[in-house]
Nanobody
């Protein structure tokens, strides 16, 4: 089992940057694919990006390409989401999630096995 704890959320002005971190417990972190999803008020949870077990492969939804970067440090059991050029529409609670098997094949929030508690990101205009 994996427990996930996000950090790094906050308030930022439009055009600014923010880096989220997700620390995982457990010794099998490197066998999981790790993803970030987000949920804006009144909307369903939306998958954003996934990274495979080794960090060699990633998949981004179109709205995140070029502005968001996912990375992981297996030695630290941590996955990161660096966000640039933030827009007010990026305001949401951002969740990290883990999927057994380690592949970037899983690109729907419903398919993930473990979730963190979420980190609020608010982008002001």
């Amino acid at each position: 089992q994996v427990q996930l704890v996000e950090s790094g959320g906050g308030l930022v002005q439009a055009g600014g940057s923010l880096r989220l971190a997700c620390a995982a417990s457990g010794r099998s972190f490197s066998t999981y694919a790790m993803a970030w999803s987000r949920q804006a008020p009144g909307k369903e949870r939306e998958f954003v990006v996934v990274i495979n077990w080794s960090g060699s492969t990633t998949y981004y939804v179109d709205s995140a390409k070029g502005r968001f970067t996912i990375s992981r440090d297996n030695a630290k059991n941590t996955v990161y989401l660096q966000m640039y050029s933030l827009k007010p529409e990026n305001t949401a609670v951002y969740y990290c999630a883990a999927k057994r098997g380690g592949s970037t094949y899983y690109r729907s929030a419903r398919e993930y096995d473990y979730w963190g508690q979420g980190a609020q990101v608010t982008v002001s205009s």
